[in-house]
């Protein structure tokens, strides 16, 4: 066990600097905006993916 000690402290620090790196660009208004554009282009893809599937299956 104690040879995963320094692996699992790294994955600690890696996701400390993670979540601190994730609030700085929920403060940032532009990176909020590119997020939200990005999540509703993916959902709009998903949707007309799903819209196209359900037309052929009709056919």
């Given amino acids: 066990m104690e040879d995963f000690l320094p692996i699992l402290e790294q994955n600690e620090v890696s996701s400390d600097m993670r979540i601190l790196d994730l609030r700085k660009k ?3 208004e ?6 939200i554009q990005r999540i509703a282009l993916v ?7 799903v ?3 359900k037309a052929n299956e009709r056919k």
Wanted: proline share 0%.
């Fill in 51 to 53: 819209s196209r599937r």
């Fill in 30 to 35: 532009d990176y909020l905006y590119g997020a």
């Fill in 26 to 28: 929920i403060d940032d």
């Fill in 43 to 49: 959902l709009s893809n998903e949707i007309t993916s």
